[in-house]
């Protein structure tokens, strides 16, 4: 079974501070996706990451994916109130379709 | 274009009960996937359907069970329900089986079992 270790799992900050969740694995997989998901509704994708090292930016947040494909991090710039909710990191291994590995998630809440 | 629909989005049960939870893709799509979203767990794969073939399946027992029918509609049910099932399932819609597929939620159907 692959786990997806994701941390940490709870953060609160205040509005325009700088912060990093981080989605560790000892499985490689074929590609990672990051979701956000808010309180009554299912996660909403973000981001797919395919190549290893590969990094993609989507207005404030930054995302990469490790060499090795076994990690991923997410870092959001000057957070705003409007980025709390659940964010979760899943994998994607090999030959596997659609059956995704989702790491626990990390709750984050960004006052004002 | 509508989204992924669930249904019911509410429901309490008893233990010993059973359940049938429906879920309709995005137009055009003809993979679901089901998951369950417990506090403690987090997302758990339970299983995917794309065109009516079972194509993976979670480490869930065989009380959870699920179809796919022509129209790419999907049901999932759970047989003798119990306490440790209540949770939010999932369910995701996307074109393929396989790929950097892009999976759409719906918003969840929240069990509770008591």
């Known amino acids: 079974t692959q786990l997806l270790e994701q941390s940490p799992q709870f953060l609160s900050i205040q509005e325009g501070e700088n912060l990093t969740v981080y989605c560790n694995s000892s499985?490689?997989?074929?590609?990672l996706q990051w979701y956000r998901q808010e309180p009554g509704e299912g996660p909403v994708l973000l981001v797919t990451?395919?190549?290893?090292?590969e990094v993609k930016k989507l207005k404030r947040l930054t995302f990469q994916f490790g060499d090795a494909r076994k990690d991923s991090s997410l870092h959001i710039t000057a957070a705003q109130p409007g980025d709390t909710g659940l964010y979760l990191c899943?994998?994607?291994?090999?030959?596997?379709?659609?059956?995704?590995?989702f790491g626990g998630g990390t709750r984050l809440m960004v006052k004002p | 274009k509508a989204g992924v629909t669930q249904t019911p989005r509410y429901l309490i049960k008893t233990r010993g009960q059973q359940v049938t939870l429906s879920c309709s893709p995005i137009?055009?799509?003809?993979?679901v996937s089901w998951y369950q979203q417990t506090p403690g767990q987090g997302l758990q794969f339970l299983f995917e359907?794309?065109?009516?073939?079972?194509?993976n399946k979670g480490n869930f027992p065989g009380r959870f069970s699920g179809r796919q029918f022509s129209n790419s509609r999907s049901e999932m049910n759970v047989s003798t329900l119990e306490l440790g099932d209540s949770a939010l399932y999932l369910c995701?819609?996307?074109?393929?089986?396989?790929?950097?597929?892009?999976?759409?939620f719906g918003a969840g159907s929240r069990l509770t079992v008591l």
């Open positions: 995701a819609s996307s074109p393929l089986a396989a790929g950097a597929n892009v999976l759409t």
């Open positions: 499985s490689v997989f074929s590609s």
């Open positions: 990451v395919v190549t290893g090292g």
């Open positions: 899943a994998g994607r291994p090999y030959n596997a379709g659609n059956m995704l590995t």
């Open positions: 137009s055009g799509h003809r993979s």
């Open positions: 359907y794309f065109s009516e073939t079972q194509r």
